[in-house]
C-alpha cells in the first residue's frame, strides 16, 4: 500500500483521518508508543495489539548503536526483526545526539559524537540519518533537526532553524536517491514505501516557527512535525505554538507534535489541528507506579490502595482492569514484581489508545468542544482521586 492520508471529519480546528501505509492504517488523531529498542517496555507486540495500537515509534540512535541498523536491514528490516506487524515511525537520532551534550560537536555537514554505551565515536548526518531509517525500513522517517536547549536566544534558534532546514532538503534528495535504485553498502531499503517527514523548530518565536513551517512546506514532505516542545516551557506557551504552526501546514497532510505528552495536551494539541502523537510517559509512569485515569493520575504506591478492590480505573476495559485491583497491583509494585509494570503498562497504553478514540469519535460527531471542556474539567478532580 502506498502511504496516503485522508480527512474524514472536522471541528472547528479538530480533525479526524485516515493514514495508510505499507503495513496497514493509522486512525487519526493518533497516539505511537514509544519502542525505544525495537520495543514497548514491559509490552509484547501482542499486548499492544489487544490494546489497539496501529503504529509504534522506534529510535534510530539506539538501533544504530545496538543491534545496528545493517543488521536489522540483513534480518529483513525493523518489522521482521521485532515481530511488529503494524505502522511503524523512527525518529532521526538527533533529539538523542543532541542530549548527549560535551559528547558531541556539531557542523555544517553533521554531528560527531561518543556512543553513550562504550564511548566509541560516530558521525551523524542527514545522509547517514536517512540510510539508518531506510536500512530500519520504518513506514514513516523523520528528518535529522538541530535541537537547540530551551530557553536559547532567539539568534541561536534562527541559525539552527537555517541548519534544520538546509539539512531537511539533504534528506529529501537522499531519500529520492534511494528511491531511484541507489543502495546503503549494497544492501536495498527494507521499505520501498517509506515516506519522510519535515520537522518544524523555531523555538518559542511565531516569526520563527512560521518560516521554519513555509521552508518545509516547500520542500513537499508527506507529512510535517513539530519538534522542540514540551522540553521545558509552560504549556500554554507550548499550546500557542502549536496553535500558530498547525494553520501554516497543509492541511491534506498530516501534523505531528513530538514527544507530548499528558492526556490533557494530547486534548488541547487535537483541538489546535494536531493528528499524531509519541510520548514515553504512559509506559514511563506505569513503571514508577503511576496509573492514568478519567479523573486524573493514581499513585498506585500510596498506602490507601493496599486494602483497595476497586479496578485501577472502573471506566476501562483493559485487560488489567477487568481483572486486577489496586491492592494487587500495589502490592507487585511494593514487590517489586515485573508483573506490576507490565499490568500497568498494559493499562496506561489502553488508556492513552482510549482517550484517541474518544476523541476521534467527538469529532465524528461534531462534539469535540463539549468533549474537550469536560475532559479537562474531570481531570480537575485529581487530587480526590489518587
Same mark, same amino acid.
Given at each position: ?207 520563527? !516557527?512560521?518560516? &521554519?513551517?513555509?521552508? /518545509?512546506?516547500? *520542500?513537499?514532505? +508527506? #507529512?510535517?512535525?513539530? @519538534? ?93 482492569? !477487568?481483572?486486577? &485491583?489496586?491492592?494487587? /497491583?500495589?502490592? *507487585?509494585?511494593? +514487590? #517489586?514484581?515485573?508483573? @506490576? ?46
Amino acid at each position: 500500500m502506498a502511504f496516503t492520508f485522508a480527512l474524514t471529519h472536522t471541528d472547528g480546528a479538530a480533525r479526524a483521518g485516515v493514514v495508510t501505509t505499507p503495513h496497514g492504517v493509522i486512525e487519526t488523531p493518533a497516539f505511537m508508543p514509544v519502542g525505544t529498542q525495537g520495543a514497548v517496555k514491559a509490552l509484547t507486540p501482542a499486548l499492544l495489539e489487544e490494546a489497539g495500537a496501529q503504529v509504534i515509534l522506534g529510535n534510530t540512535y539506539h538501533l544504530w548503536l545496538r543491534p545496528g541498523a545493517q543488521l536489522i536491514a540483513r534480518r529483513g528490516g525493523l518489522h521482521r526483526f521485532n515481530g511488529w506487524p503494524r505502522a511503524i515511525l523512527t525518529d532521526s537520532g538527533g533529539f538523542q545526539v543532541f542530549s548527549l551534550a560535551e559528547r558531541r560537536t556539531i557542523d555544517d555537514d553533521g554531528v560527531s559524537f561518543r556512543s553513550h554505551l562504550d564511548g566509541s565515536a560516530h558521525r551523524l548526518t542527514p545522509e547517514v540519518a536517512v540510510d539508518i531509517q531506510a536500512c530500519l525500513g520504518s513506514d514513516i522517517a523523520m528528518v535529522l533537526d538541530e535541537c537547540p536547549p530551551h530557553p536559547s536566544p532567539k539568534e541561536v534558534l534562527a541559525r539552527s532553524l537555517a541548519l534544520t532546514t538546509r539539512w531537511a532538503d539533504r534528506c529529501r534528495r537522499r531519500l529520492e536517491e534511494l528511491r531511484d535504485g541507489a543502495r546503503i553498502d549494497g544492501l536495498a531499503p527494507t521499505n520501498p514505501g517509506q515516506v519522510q517527514f519535515g520537522i518544524v523548530q523555531g523555538g518559542v518565536f511565531p516569526d520563527l !516557527r512560521r518560516e &521554519s513551517a513555509e521552508a /518545509l512546506v516547500a *520542500l513537499d514532505f +508527506a #507529512g510535517y512535525a513539530i @519538534g522542540g516542545l514540551s522540553v521545558g516551557e509552560p504549556n500554554e506557551v507550548m499550546y500557542e505554538v502549536v496553535g500558530g504552526v498547525a494553520p501554516v501546514l497543509p492541511p491534506a497532510k498530516p501534523r505531528y507534535l513530538m514527544g507530548v505528552g499528558t492526556p490533557a495536551d494530547l486534548v488541547e494539541a487535537v483541538a489546535r489541528g494536531i493528528d499524531m502523537f509519541d510520548c514515553v510517559m504512559p509506559t514511563r509512569n506505569a513503571r514508577n507506579g503511576q496509573l492514568f485515569t478519567r479523573v486524573g493520575p493514581l499513585n498506585i504506591k500510596n498506602a490507601r490502595f493496599a486494602e483497595d478492590d476497586a479496578p485501577p480505573d472502573p471506566e476501562c476495559g483493559c485487560y488489567t482492569c !477487568r481483572h486486577f &485491583s489496586r491492592a494487587y /497491583l500495589r502490592h *507487585l509494585y511494593v +514487590a #517489586g514484581e515485573i508483573t @506490576g509494570s507490565i499490568l500497568n503498562s498494559v493499562h496506561n497504553v489502553a488508556f492513552y489508545l482510549d482517550t484517541m478514540r474518544r476523541i476521534r469519535h467527538a469529532i465524528s460527531l461534531g462534539t469535540f468542544a463539549p468533549f474537550h471542556r469536560a475532559f479537562l474539567r474531570d481531570l480537575d478532580q485529581r487530587a480526590f482521586a489518587s
